[in-house]
C-alpha cells in the first residue's frame, strides 16, 4: 500500500498526501535555496522526524513506565552543509522542567530516544546531538 503521495505545485512547493489519513503536508524550500520559505523544507521535515519519532519512542516507553510525558518539548536546530549541499547536523534539545521519575527511567526514556528508527536510518555523516533536560 501506498503510505503517500506527493505532487508538485511549482514554484518550489510540494504537497504530500498521507494515505491513511487523508492529512497534507506542504513543503517549500528555503529562502536560500530560492524557494518563498513559508513552510518546512523537505530538510526541515527530516529534522522534525527525527524528533517526533524520538518522542514517539520516550512515549510509549513512558506509556508502560507509567510515567507522564505530557509537555515534553524539543527544540529542533538543523545545520545544513554545502557541496553537496545536505544535512551536516541535527541538533535536538528535549526539555521537561517537571518530568517525575526514576534516574532509571530517565536513562531508558534517553536510550529509546536514542535508537528511534530516524536516528537509525540516517547516514552516518549526519551528526545527531541529542541533549536531554529533565
Do not use: W
Not at 487523508?22 to 513552510?39: F, L, R, S, V, Y
Not at 536546530?77 to 541538533?91: D, F, G, H, L
Amino acid at each position: 500500500m501506498t503510505t503517500a503521495t506527493t505532487i508538485y505545485q511549482g514554484a518550489l512547493r510540494t504537497e504530500a498526501t498521507h494515505t491513511r489519513s487523508g492529512q497534507k503536508i506542504i513543503t517549500d524550500a528555503p529562502i536560500d535555496n530560492n524557494g518563498k520559505g513559508e513552510a518546512f523544507s523537505p530538510t526541515d521535515m527530516v529534522s522534525a522526524a527525527l524528533s517526533s519519532c524520538m518522542m514517539t519512542l520516550m512515549g510509549m516507553l513512558a506509556v508502560r513506565e507509567e510515567i507522564d510525558l505530557t509537555g515534553l518539548k524539543a527544540d529542533v536546530v538543523k545545520i545544513m552543509a554545502s557541496n553537496p549541499r545536505k544535512i551536516a547536523e541535527i541538533q535536538v534539545t528535549f526539555t521537561h522542567p517537571n518530568l517525575v521519575a526514576t534516574d532509571v527511567q530517565k536513562e531508558k526514556l534517553r536510550r529509546a530516544a536514542l535508537t528511534c528508527p530516524v536516528a537509525l536510518s540516517l547516514a552516518e555523516s549526519v551528526k545527531q546531538t541529542i541533549n536531554f533536560n529533565f
